[in-house]
T-cell receptor, first 113, second 114 residues
Framework: EDQVTQSPEALRLQEGESSSLNCSYT??????LFWYRQDPGKGPEFLFT???AGEEKEKERLKATLTKKESFLHITAPKPEDSATYLC??????????????FGKGTKLSVIP | EAQVTQNPRYLITVTGKKLTVTCSQN?????MSWYRQDPGLGLRQIYY???????DKGDVPEGYKVSRKEKRNFPLILESPSPNQTSLYFC?????????????FGPGTRLTVL
């Protein structure tokens, strides 16, 4: 069974204080790992897809990296508007669940001015 | 504007009263999906559809039905709702037949079953 574990559950940062969110996964074969951002009361918003170990992608203050067992979302010099819940999801390469995403429970990030 | 719409946004109902939550996308996407989100459990997939007339179960399909008669619409049907189906529901769509492209999520439907 595919599993996605995100840590920490919640993270409070001062504005400008860089940090990383972790997503550990167990999947028989990985088609893709995804990062989404979710603001309160809204649907998730796509950030990145990573396909293979060693891959990195960046968007503004966010950088996502991937290894064979985990992914990190690095946040550099965060601003209050980066406050949100960040969700990680995986899609297996094949098998019964290969058309599905399995999501982690998310990390709630709060950036204090 | 490219978007996924859901209706209703909020619904309070009683046990056993059949209801339908509609989902529509205007992006000509192949893949559509329904999720529920519960505190402490995260997003869990209910059903998905890879194209018209092609649907399959996700991780938590019990108590739900779906249909995909048109490409743009993917309604979620609760034949006999129960209190454990109280949740926040999201519909999503993706351009290909698989979700590994960007999924666009709707704004959510908050359902309360008394």
């Amino acid at each position: 069974e595919d599993q996605v574990t995100q840590s920490p559950e919640a993270l409070r940062l001062q504005e400008g204080e860089s940090s990383s969110l972790n997503c550990s996964y167990t999947v028989s074969g990985l088609r893709g790992l995804f990062w989404y951002r979710q603001d309160p009361g809204k649907g998730p918003e796509f950030l990145f897809t990573l396909y293979s170990a060693g891959e990195e992608k960046e968007k503004e203050r966010l950088k996502a990296t991937l290894t064979k067992k985990e992914s990190f979302l690095h946040i550099t010099a965060p601003k209050p508007e980066d406050s949100a819940t960040y969700l990680c999801a995986v899609q297996p390469l094949d098998g019964a669940g290969s058309y599905q995403l399995t999501f982690g429970k998310g990390t709630k990030l709060s950036v204090i001015p | 504007e490219a978007q996924v719409t859901q209706n209703p946004r909020y619904l309070i109902t009683v046990t056993g009263k059949k209801l339908t939550v509609t989902c529509s996308q205007n992006m000509n996407h192949e893949y559509m999906s329904w999720y529920r989100q519960d505190p402490g459990l995260g997003l869990r997939q209910i059903y998905y559809s890879m194209n018209v007339e092609v649907t399959d179960k996700g991780d938590v399909p019990e108590g739900y039905k779906v249909s995909r008669k048109e490409k743009r619409n993917f309604p979620l049907i609760l034949e006999s709702p129960s209190p454990n189906q109280t949740s926040l529901y999201f519909c999503a769509s993706s351009v290909s037949q698989q979700p590994y492209n960007e999924q666009f999520f709707g704004p959510g439907t908050r359902l309360t079953v008394l």
